[in-house]
C-alpha cells in the first residue's frame, strides 16, 4: 500500500511538472508569434499616420515572420523614396503652377489696363457734345453691356441746314465689335465728307466691312440717314435696323427696315428712301437693346412701350430719361443688362 502511494504520488509530481513545462512552452511560442504580429500592427498605424519611414526590428522574428519583417521594411523604405519624390515633384509643379499664376496675373492685368484704355477710345469715338446747330436739338443715350459696346451712333454736320445721323449695332459682344464701330465711325465721317449720296456711303461701308471683316461672321443693323431742313426731308437707308420713330404733334409715324443687315453680303445693293419732316418732327432712333429689355419673366420690352413713352413726353429732352426709367421699373428686379443700349433723339427745330 506504501509503494503504490509513492508511485502515484511520483506519476503526479510528474504529470505536474509536465504540464508545467507545456505551459512555458506555449506561453514561449504564444509570445514568440504574437510579439510580431503586434509590432507589425503598431507599424502599420505609424504609415497610416503618415511615417512612411518607420522601420521595425527583425531580430527576435523566426521563420516566416522574419521574411515578413524584411519584406515590410523594404516596403517602407521603397514608399519613402516615393514620397520624396513625389514631394519633390509636387513642390517643383507648385513653383511652376505659381510663375504661371503669376505670368497670368500679369498678363490679365495688362489686358484689363489695355480694356480700360479701349473703353476710354470707344468713349472718345461715341460723341457727348454734338454739333452746335440752330435747326436741331440732338440729345443722347448709350449703355455697353460690357466694357466695350457693339452699338454706336453719330451725328455729323454737312451743313447748317443738313446733318447725316448714324445709329448701328454690330452683332457680337466686347472687343470685335467694337473694333468694327470704330472702323465705321471713320468709314461713314469720310463718306459723308466727300459728299456721297446716302445710298453711295452705305454701299461702299457695306463693301469694306464684308471685305475686313466679313469672313469672320460680323455685320451690322444699321440706319443711317440725312436730314435736310431747307428741303424738309429726311433720306434714310434702314438696314434690317429695329423701328425709328418720327413724333409730331398729331401722330407717331414708323420708319421700318428697307433691306438686309450691312457686311454680310458683297452683292448686296441698298437703296434710300426719302420722306417729308416738319419743323417739331422728333426723330428718335435706337438699338435692339431697349425693346429687347426683359424682365424676370422673360418678357420684353417692346415696341408698344417705347411708343406710349413717346406719346405721353411732350418735350424731346425728357424722351431719355423717361424710356430709361420705365425700362428700369419693367426689368424691376434683374438688374443685369443682357444687351448694349443706344439712343438718339433729334429734334428739327
Same mark, same amino acid.
Given at each position: 500500500? #506504501?509503494?503504490?502511494?509513492?508511485?502515484?504520488? !511520483?506519476?503526479?509530481?510528474?504529470?505536474?511538472?509536465?504540464?508545467?513545462?507545456?505551459?512555458?512552452?506555449?506561453?514561449?511560442?504564444?509570445?514568440?508569434?504574437?510579439?510580431?504580429?503586434?509590432?507589425?500592427?503598431?507599424?502599420?498605424?505609424?504609415?497610416? /499616420?503618415? /511615417?512612411?519611414?518607420?522601420?521595425?526590428?527583425?531580430?527576435?522574428?523566426?521563420?516566416?515572420?522574419?521574411?515578413? #519583417?524584411?519584406?515590410?521594411?523594404?516596403?517602407?523604405?521603397?514608399?519613402?523614396?516615393?514620397?520624396?519624390?513625389?514631394?519633390?515633384?509636387?513642390?517643383?509643379?507648385?513653383?511652376?503652377?505659381?510663375?504661371?499664376?503669376?505670368?497670368?496675373?500679369?498678363?490679365?492685368?495688362?489686358?484689363?489696363?489695355?480694356?480700360?484704355?479701349?473703353?476710354?477710345?470707344?468713349?472718345?469715338?461715341?460723341?457727348?457734345?454734338?454739333?452746335?446747330?440752330?435747326?436741331?436739338?440732338?440729345?443722347?443715350?448709350?449703355?455697353?453691356?460690357?466694357?466695350?459696346?457693339?452699338? !454706336?451712333?453719330?451725328?455729323?454736320?454737312?451743313?447748317?441746314?443738313?446733318?447725316?445721323?448714324?445709329?448701328?449695332?454690330?452683332?457680337?459682344?466686347?472687343?470685335?465689335?467694337?473694333?468694327?464701330?470704330?472702323?465705321?465711325?471713320?468709314? !461713314?465721317?469720310?463718306?459723308?465728307?466727300?459728299?456721297?449720296?446716302?445710298?453711295?456711303?452705305?454701299?461702299?461701308?457695306?463693301?469694306?466691312?464684308?471685305?475686313?471683316?466679313?469672313?469672320? #461672321?460680323?455685320?451690322?443693323?444699321?440706319?443711317?440717314?440725312?436730314?435736310?431742313?431747307?428741303?424738309?426731308?429726311?433720306?434714310?437707308?434702314?438696314?434690317?435696323?429695329?423701328?425709328?420713330?418720327?413724333?409730331?404733334?398729331?401722330?407717331?409715324?414708323?420708319?421700318?427696315?428697307?433691306?438686309?443687315?450691312?457686311?454680310?453680303?458683297?452683292?448686296?445693293?441698298?437703296?434710300?428712301?426719302?420722306?417729308?419732316? /416738319?419743323?417739331?418732327?422728333?426723330?428718335?432712333? !435706337?438699338?435692339?437693346?431697349?425693346?429687347?429689355?426683359?424682365?424676370?419673366?422673360?418678357?420684353?420690352? #417692346?415696341?408698344?412701350?417705347?411708343?406710349?413713352?413717346?406719346?405721353?413726353?411732350?418735350?424731346?429732352?425728357?424722351?431719355?430719361?423717361?424710356?430709361?426709367?420705365?425700362?428700369?421699373?419693367?426689368?424691376?428686379?434683374?438688374?443685369?443688362?443682357?444687351?448694349?443700349?443706344?439712343?438718339?433723339?433729334?429734334?428739327?427745330?
Amino acid at each position: 500500500m #506504501g509503494v503504490a502511494a509513492n508511485i502515484i504520488e !511520483f506519476i503526479g509530481i510528474t504529470a505536474l511538472i509536465f504540464i508545467n513545462i507545456v505551459m512555458v512552452i506555449t506561453l514561449l511560442l504564444s509570445t514568440a508569434l504574437t510579439r510580431p504580429i503586434f509590432v507589425l500592427f503598431h507599424a502599420s498605424n505609424e504609415i497610416a /499616420k503618415g /511615417k512612411f519611414d518607420v522601420q521595425i526590428d527583425v531580430k527576435s522574428f523566426f521563420s516566416e515572420f522574419y521574411i515578413l #519583417g524584411i519584406a515590410f521594411n523594404k516596403m517602407t523604405r521603397m514608399i519613402n523614396r516615393y514620397k520624396k519624390h513625389t514631394d519633390s515633384i509636387v513642390e517643383q509643379r507648385t513653383e511652376e503652377l505659381n510663375i504661371s499664376n503669376r505670368k497670368l496675373l500679369d498678363i490679365n492685368n495688362r489686358m484689363e489696363n489695355e480694356l480700360v484704355i479701349a473703353k476710354k477710345i470707344q468713349e472718345a469715338i461715341i460723341p457727348q457734345n454734338f454739333p452746335s446747330n440752330k435747326n436741331f436739338k440732338i440729345y443722347s443715350y448709350y449703355y455697353a453691356m460690357e466694357k466695350l459696346g457693339g452699338d !454706336f451712333y453719330d451725328v455729323i454736320e454737312i451743313s447748317k441746314t443738313k446733318i447725316a445721323v448714324v445709329m448701328l449695332d454690330v452683332s457680337g459682344h466686347g472687343i470685335p465689335p467694337s473694333l468694327v464701330t470704330t472702323m465705321t465711325k471713320f468709314m !461713314f465721317s469720310t463718306y459723308v465728307k466727300e459728299g456721297m449720296e446716302p445710298q453711295e456711303v452705305v454701299n461702299r461701308v457695306n463693301k469694306q466691312i464684308y471685305d475686313s471683316v466679313g469672313y469672320l #461672321g460680323y455685320y451690322m443693323t444699321l440706319f443711317y440717314g440725312v436730314i435736310d431742313t431747307k428741303e424738309k426731308s429726311l433720306e434714310y437707308i434702314s438696314g434690317a435696323h429695329c423701328d425709328t420713330y418720327i413724333v409730331n404733334k398729331d401722330k407717331i409715324e414708323t420708319i421700318k427696315s428697307t433691306s438686309t443687315v450691312v457686311g454680310l453680303r458683297l452683292d448686296d445693293v441698298f437703296k434710300s428712301h426719302k420722306i417729308e419732316i /416738319k419743323s417739331k418732327d422728333t426723330i428718335v432712333l !435706337f438699338t435692339d437693346g431697349i425693346v429687347e429689355a426683359k424682365n424676370s419673366n422673360r418678357e420684353l420690352y #417692346g415696341y408698344d412701350r417705347v411708343k406710349r413713352i413717346l406719346q405721353t413726353t411732350k418735350d424731346s429732352k425728357n424722351i431719355i430719361p423717361n424710356l430709361m426709367e420705365d425700362i428700369n421699373y419693367f426689368k424691376v428686379d434683374i438688374t443685369v443688362r443682357d444687351d448694349d443700349m443706344a439712343v438718339l433723339v433729334i429734334e428739327v427745330v
